[in-house]
């Protein structure tokens, strides 16, 4: 009994380690999420992230049949060209009603600010391009869990917008 216990609890370890990589670079990554949700907690407090000079920009984003995105608050003084961890373009906010409740973050750099054929990459996950927009994006759903990835575009977990 202990023999197959010990069998299934290293074919168990190793396959959880194929999943998500070695232990270190799975918890450096949690390590710097943590961070953003430490820089970012205040701006739970949509006045708070208005005043530290997000806005509104641009409609609700969500896919029918995948899932919600939310309302885009950037900071336009952050589109340089380079994504830091703490320092988010924009917040994401699920609309509820006549309430915002902040769901991610996502990094963007305008296309027009990116040189290289390789995408840009931050957390060891690539940006996605979006040609429509002129960018390139990354998602971190740090305060709402996403069963498609903590870098998935859209969260089935987030409401459509509002008409939708």
């Known amino acids: 009994m202990r023999k197959w216990f ?3 609890l ?3 370890t190793l396959s959880v380690g194929l999943v998500v990589g070695p232990a270190t670079s799975a918890s450096a ?3 710097e999420l943590a961070q953003v949700r430490a820089s970012t907690a ?3 407090d949509l006045t708070a992230a208005e005043h530290a000079g997000y806005a509104r920009l641009l409609p609700c984003f969500d896919l029918p049949g995948v899932g919600g995105m939310g309302q885009h ?3 336009t003084a952050l589109l340089t060209g380079t994504a830091e961890a703490s320092r988010p373009q924009a917040l994401v906010y699920e609309v509820d009603g006549d309430r915002l409740q902040l769901v991610a973050v996502e990094y963007i750099i305008p296309l027009s600010m990116w040189d290289s054929a ?3 990459t931050l957390f060891g996950r690539s940006f996605t391009r979006n040609n429509t927009l002129g960018l390139w994006a990354l998602h971190a759903w740090i305060w709402r869990p996403n069963p498609l990835g903590i870098f998935a575009n859209y969260n089935p ?4 917008c509002p008409g939708h």
């Open 42 to 44: 205040a701006f739970h």
């Open 157 to 160: 977990s987030v409401k459509l």
């Open 10 to 12: 290293v074919w168990s």
């Open 118 to 120: 390789t995408p840009p």
């Open 6 to 8: 010990f069998k299934i």
């Open 73 to 75: 608050y950037v900071k």
């Open 29 to 31: 990554g949690q390590d």
